[in-house]
């Protein structure tokens, strides 16, 4: 150690450490020994500097382990093992810490005496040295649980596992903490060695079940949520007293050990034993978790519930959260499934930390969703005392119930609602922002009954307070009352329209009061409202209101800001409603959206090339640029032509088309299904070069992906008509696996089996010699996934493909006939030609198989599909 300077003393020198100092100290072979020797033997120092040099020397393992001189790496070890059992508790930490680290830079195969080290270190007399070496297994056990239980170390687990049982019972809580804290990291991934004792760790953990220790309780409760995962036959035996002991535990005086015995209430509601095993604690249970759902003090203190009017104090950057962009799905348009619900239990999520609050609301909102309306009766008493208490936080976390249990208990609800949706209107002008707040959200819960009722009875209030509150003074109110109007507004779509002035009014207000982060959820309000009134929008007053603000934004962000994200989104949602008004606005908004690929493909070209010099762009900037390109295309149509005459959109798009990110795909594949729509005579082109990177896409792993493509191979094949027969052999044979695989994926099932389908049912309407003679691989699927879906024009090409193909080749569809009668009865309206096409080809198979054998067929018919068929096309 004597090489290196010294002419300050020990402490000033670690303190007064920069990282370029340490970058040059670095060069001295010898200073990582100085750091050892600091932390290990320098007892006269403070602990604090002790303990400074161990985590300097833990971030140079960490940066240069690798390029330690041989001697300099054993002495570490060596010096870590020797100190483990150091009196000081900070230091013995920190010696855990710098052995993990060690151990990380895939080091328990070099330091194979490490862990039999440790685990002997266990046995020691001395309480440090246990408890010391116990603290690093602790870490190393959870930093490298994986390389543990392989063979690659010749599986030590199978000596630490019952090893650490024994320690379960120690006189020493820290101890037992310690030894429970190591088994938990086993269980999730049902290692071998644990299981082989599971039978010894319950019983184990049921004696500690009423440990004085708290960090105890916690591990315990902890490994039960766990274990209920994966070994619930070994708790089922003792199922009720683990129930009651977890309801003990979930109203504990420690809120961590209330917050991880609540834990177990979500996870079993996930399980199908769910409602046998809760039914008879529900009257305790549910009292438990409403009484969870208050703020506690420290909530209240941390969420600044004394402030009221903090509108006009600039946000801190770190109060915002990073947005991800959700990409552009075309198969949103065919979906009659309900998109998924994002207005989760989220609703303070400032203090974005996992609380006994949010998880005692999730718990209770689950379980609304297992036990429906049989909750009601457990609940409604509570609530009635909640809502009208007289002290806020209670009347707070009454709202918080009422909106937690609104998706599970809908129904056993409803006759209560006329009574409280005023109520709760009311409660929006409570002199308590986090009261506004959250009966903000609860509202939002309730939208879709608001709206399935006559607008002026609750729709109108409700929406005249929210709007108001989206002007409130507090900014969580702003945000809870932007994210609940967003939600309204998708719920009550057109049903907005005569407000539509008063709405802009509010939103176009806001622009000028918000502060950073609630603009963002501004700009997804402003969005939705497009999404949702469509065509209705377009009117030279609401233009004149909407976009100035818009577009001053768009003008202040630079190309690098990630706020561009939620207004490219919002701009894309406003472009597609407002079509032809948007024209003003589109030239500038297109060449930077151009301008953010371009940039963006450059970038990533430059780091491919050179990863070291070269950052990896972000690529959501691309993402985001693509959808909004189509939101113009959808929107605009003929009207984008002269704009992508003058770009190199589509060389960007062919780029893009292959990129290995799947989201850069999919919304490459939605923009070229939209300019084919818009402007195919820029597009055909490059069909040659398009086709067969659509082909490869053609994969179910990725879904978003391969709707995508599928969608525009349709939109390429109704334009190209004949001329798309050399293009048919790359994608027939995958369309008809996706949708003749057995195990599609529910929402691809649900909502959009449909696309690849209708993509087969217009590849066949222009090239039925090509694709008529696989009728009989797909026909059956093909009829059943086309049945649930509305009447639209895309069905109408589709169909029109089946029954041109079926006049090619009518053997394919005999066997399966029954199906193709009832798709065809699935249409409500179809137009003249197609209803000829269809009664054309009911009449042909009647008379092929004659009236007796059409008797027989006909009887195997449902009645309403009997009925239908013989009142629509006389068979």
Same mark, same amino acid.
């Given at each position: ?411 056993? &609800? ?207 900037? &691309? ?96 334009? &190209? ?52 003679? &696989? ?101």
């Amino acid at each position: 150690t004597k090489r290196i300077p010294d002419h300050c003393s020990n402490s000033n020198f670690l303190n007064s450490f920069s990282l370029q100092k340490l970058e040059q100290l670095n060069q001295y072979p010898d200073f990582n020994n100085y750091l050892i020797f600091v932390l290990t033997k320098l007892k006269s120092e403070d602990e604090p500097t002790r303990s400074l040099s161990g985590l300097i020397l833990k971030n140079n393992v960490k940066a240069h382990f690798h390029s330690f001189p041989n001697g300099v790496t054993d002495f570490i070890k060596s010096e870590c093992l020797n100190n483990i059992g150091d009196s000081s508790p900070l230091i013995r930490a920190t010696v855990g810490i710098l052995i993990t680290t060690i151990a990380s830079k895939g080091e328990l195969q070099n330091w194979p005496e490490l862990l039999p080290k440790l685990c002997s270190l266990l046995d020691s007399e001395d309480y440090n040295t246990c408890e010391g070496a116990f603290g690093a297994l602790q870490k190393i056990c959870e930093d490298s649980a994986e390389i543990l239980d392989s063979d690659v170390l010749d599986r030590p687990l199978n000596i630490m596992i019952p090893k650490f049982l024994q320690f379960f019972k120690h006189s020493s809580p820290k101890i037992r903490s310690h030894a429970v804290a190591c088994v938990n990291q086993f269980i999730i991934s049902r290692t071998q060695a644990l299981m082989l004792h599971i039978d010894s760790f319950i019983e184990n953990l049921f004696a500690l079940a009423g440990d004085e220790e708290p960090e105890v309780r916690k591990n315990v409760c902890r490994a039960l949520v766990m274990l209920l995962e994966v070994r619930m036959d070994r708790l089922l035996p003792h199922m009720i007293s683990i129930v009651e002991y977890m309801l003990q535990r979930t109203q504990d005086q420690d809120e961590n050990v209330a917050l991880e015995a609540c834990e177990f209430w979500l996870t079993l509601a996930e399980q199908p034993i769910c409602k046998d095993v809760l039914c008879r604690h529900l009257t305790k249970l549910i009292p438990v978790l409403v009484n969870g759902m208050k703020y506690s003090e420290i909530d209240i203190i941390l969420l600044k519930g004394d402030i009221e009017e903090d509108d006009a104090i600039p946000d801190s950057e770190q109060d915002i959260r990073p947005r991800f962009h959700r990409s552009r799905t075309v198969a949103q348009q065919h979906e009659d499934g309900i998109e998924d619900d994002d207005n989760d239990l989220d609703d303070d999520d400032t203090i974005s930390d996992w609380n006994l609050r949010k998880c005692s609301a999730a718990a209770l909102d689950v379980l609304a969703n297992v036990f429906r309306d049989e909750l009601l009766p457990h609940i409604l008493p509570l609530l009635k005392e909640l809502l009208f208490h007289p002290e806020w936080v209670v009347k707070e976390s009454g709202i918080l119930v009422l909106g937690a249990i609104a998706e599970g208990c809908m129904q056993g &609800m409803i006759p209560y609602l006329p009574e409280l949706i005023p109520h709760l209107i009311q409660c929006l002008s409570n002199k308590k922002a986090l009261v506004r707040s959250i009966t903000c959200w609860t509202l939002s819960r309730y939208a879709h009954w608001v709206v399935s009722q006559p607008p002026d009875t609750y729709l109108k209030p409700l929406m005249t307070e929210l709007l108001k509150r989206i002007l409130d003074s507090n900014k969580r109110v702003q945000e809870a009352a932007c994210s609940a109007f967003a939600t309204l507004e998708e719920e009550a779509c057109t049903e907005l329209v005569p407000y539509l002035a008063y709405i802009l009014d509010t939103l176009v207000f806001a622009f000028s009061k918000y502060q950073h982060k609630n603009l963002l959820i501004l700009y997804d309000a402003i969005g939705t409202l497009a999404d949702s009134v469509g065509h209705h929008l377009n009117k030279p007053e609401y233009i004149q209101m909407l976009m100035p603000p818009l577009i001053q934004k768009w003008n202040v962000l630079k190309d690098e800001d990630k706020d561009l994200f939620p207004l490219l989104e919002c701009l894309s949602s406003v472009a597609t409603a407002l079509q032809s008004g948007f024209l003003p606005y589109c030239e500038p908004v297109y060449q930077r959206c151009v301008n953010l690929v371009q940039k963006t493909l450059a970038q990533a070209m430059l780091h491919n090339a050179q990863p070291d010099q070269y950052e990896a762009p972000d690529k959501d900037f &691309m993402i985001v640029a693509l959808d909004l390109l189509s939101g113009l295309a959808e929107g605009l149509g003929g009207n984008i032509e002269q704009l992508v005459a003058r770009s190199n959109i589509l060389t960007l798009m062919y780029q893009c088309m292959q990129d290995k990110m799947p989201e850069v795909r999919q919304s490459s594949f939605a923009l070229l299904g939209d300019l084919t729509k818009a402007c195919f005579q820029h597009v055909k082109p490059c069909i040659a070069d398009f086709m067969p990177i659509l082909g490869t896409n053609l994969n179910p792993e990725f879904i978003s992906v391969c709707n995508n493509a599928t969608w525009a191979i349709g939109e390429i094949s109704i334009q &190209m008509g004949i001329e798309m027969q050399p293009y048919v052999p790359m994608v027939l044979h995958q369309l008809v696996e996706i949708i003749n695989r057995p195990n599609t994926p529910k929402t691809l099932l649900e909502n959009t089996a449909a696309l690849p389908s209708i993509t087969i049912g217009r590849l066949g309407y222009v090239c039925p010699q090509e694709v008529a003679p &696989m009728l009989q691989q797909f026909i059956r699927p093909w009829c059943t996934s086309l049945r649930n879906i509305r009447d639209n024009e895309e069905k109408d090409s589709a169909f029109r493909g089946i029954c041109t193909m079926i006049s090619v080749n009518p053997s394919g569809v005999v066997q399966d006939f029954i199906f193709f009668c009832d798709a065809v009865a699935s249409w409500i309206s179809p137009k003249d030609d197609l209803r000829d096409m269809f009664c054309k080809i009911l009449h042909g198979f009647k008379n092929q198989v004659g009236d007796e054998n059409w008797r027989r067929f006909s009887d195997q018919f449902p009645f309403p599909l009997k009925e239908r068929l013989a009142a629509y096309y006389g068979v």
